[in-house]
């Protein structure tokens, strides 16, 4: 094994363990006398480290614990909240930390670590408590692969037995996980931007510094002050800890919350092996990468029971149109988180409905709404797969008016329907190819949907035709199209220089509002009135 | 192509168009929360023809119209048009969730033009500013879910002299819609959410009478119900209690809490609202 992933794998446990702050070996060099805090050390020679992630990093520190070999950490974590100025809840925690290899197996290694709290004190708008007595948690097991990034983790209960953690224990977990990765540009609260400078290196000893700039997916964070330092010898570890400060600016005040941890070295024990063999089940796998930038939102998302959704989505016809469009938002979000094996249930349950059936209407509107490409792919199928005019238009009416990306072969179904004579699905195509354009994200494929639509443009002689291709030019919300939209904006007929202004609507306000502003004026009706639909969608994204 | 073709042309003078502003059908329910406006406009009506509109545009039937305002944002969900050309032709317009979805020529059977439209259920989202909850401050995405499904029927009647030629008919759209308001966000040790359950629209309302090309005033009534705004918005922060080791709550503030207005309509005119809807 080289050494390099080992230091690493070692480096980022250690950092986890790093969470708490042992009072008995001293105050933290992050905490003054009178509990405030401050940055870990920042003197010494500085040296600029470039680049964090995905770097070995030659330190001195050995690898993880030995069989037989078992490291014992102290810990303590402060987190304390203030609002307009005024303490608002103060937290520590305080405890053990043991660490130990539990086998290998392929390119797997194991480690497990046990967290013992023997401290607890919680001060809530004034009011102390303090509890000191202890409380273990379940095992908590890593599994590193061969270049010592964490693969998963799970847990394991202090019987061995295997249980599903609660929501609070998962986030507990996740809190972990989140110092394990000193070396990668994430940490639980997302994707952040760092800086890590060597403070001093020795033969034996090595001090690292890492600095948060920013967190990428909180904006909301003013005031950032992530600090944190890693102290090495040649055995182990021997100290982490840190400090993150931020504030969340609000309307009547601003919510201050000040974190810190501190993990140090206590001593190390021999082990008969006590759990190496230990069967540790799949407790908890993580959920998400924590470094995916999903909303909190999304993570929220419903699951549905695979057993029970399908009476649930074959009895929607029978709610209340409220309940039934709750019920479409839950599934919409579901499949946006990923459940993908909703989307045979749905599908399925269209068939022998027309159209206009609330059964169809919902099912065909979900798949549309939904940004799970799963979901898209079946949309399409469902359109090859009919010869029912009616149930294709509802079906191009979801690909335009649903929020979802498209399927990407869409764009060689709708040339072939565009390519065919004026129509019902003529028409709907060309919108639906307008809408696609609006939602395809990969740069190639809009490229190429706008290439259709701009030959579908270009062979528009007649009123009508013209009318068409500006009412997809609006679907598309695409500048391409911009200087073909001022062009017939200037026509004779009013019902297309309406069309012409309709089609303004998604484009930025530079490029739409004089537009609009001239449409307003038009000495035709319609022309102004469509001047007023198109302002309505010119509002900003956030108010 | 209809058995009304284009060589029948029937023509009506500009002059006579008639505008039927005095006959549009709005029902509209606004309410404030966080200072922002929600609510619903929604729209029933006869075609409107300016008296600027070119006779070859000129069309006889209704419209169904339905905006959603969601924490300020303006955004139309539905915009449905069904009518009959001056060139007896039928012709449909739909606009469903801010795009443009069909141009289905209605059926010509049994001396009528007919659409049965039953329209995908749609989302659309769009973020707001933050809202205030307790101590912090979200970012919340709000939006609309709504259903649609729309008949129509239009019967043209020839008259002599030509301009008194109108079309009898009605528009019945059944049409739902939902707010949703999602925000939730965790930082460390405090956690924070807003939600909503909010009823913007339920309405079974239907628009019918006979409408000209301008020879004769629209007689229009209508039926069904339409309720319109309910529900309430809701906010929530909690702390994590190390003690019990739990999520503790903190704040719970009802941001809003609304009734429902129900209007009932009878065939021949609008009633006063605030009677239950079904």
Known sequence: MSIAPALKASIILSFIA????????????????????????????????????????????????????????????KVSAEFQGKSWLKLTLGGRASLEPTGEFADHRFFLIALELD????????????????????FVRFDIDASGKLREMRWVSLTGEVKAPSEEDSDFVKDLVSQFLFFENRSRLGTAKSTLKVLAKTETNETLHKTVLKYENHPEFSNLESEHEWVSDTHRIQRIEGTENYSLAGATGSFDQKTSYRWVFNSSEKTESVVTDLNLGTVLKLEEDISSGKRDSERMAKRFDLKSFPTQWSALAALAPHDRLRLFGEVKNALDGGQSELVSVIVKSLDGNTSTSLEWRTGVGVLGASSNPVSAEALLNLYKNTNVEDAKLSILAAVTSGEGTPAPDWKRTLEAEVANEAGAIHDASLFALGSAIRKENDSERKKDLQTLLWSEVRNSNSDSSQLAALDAIGNSGSAEFYTYVKERFSSSNPSIRARAVSAVRFLASDLAQPIIDTARADPAVIVRKAAEWSKRFQEPATQ | MSIFTRNFTLRVLTALVLSSSTFAGEFTEERTALGKTNGISYDLSPVTNPTDTPASDVKAGFTAALKAILFGKDRSVLEAQGSVTNLLEGETDFYWGGFRVWSTKPQFKDGSFVVSAGLPTVSMRAPIAGVPVGPVTLRVDAGVNAEAEIDLKLTPLLSIPIQFTSVRGELGPKVSASGFVEGYAKWLIIRAGVGAELELVRANAKIMGQVGFGGMPPVISYDGFINLVAGKIYAFADYFNVLVWKWTRAFEPIITDWKGKCIDLVPGGTPPGGVACP
């Open chain 1, 119 to 138: 401290r607890l004190q919680m001060v809530n708008e004034g009011v102390s408590t303090e509890k000191n007595e202890k409380r273990s948690f379940p």
């Open chain 1, 18 to 77: 790093a969470l708490w702050i042992i009072p008995e070996l001293g105050r933290s060099s992050f905490m003054e006398m009178d509990g405030s805090y401050r940055s870990p050390a920042s003197v010494g020679p500085q040296k600029e480290v470039p680049k964090l992630e995905n770097e070995a990093h030659a330190t001195v520190s050995p690898l993880w614990p030995v069989k037989g070999e078992r490291w014992i950490f102290r810990f303590e974590r």
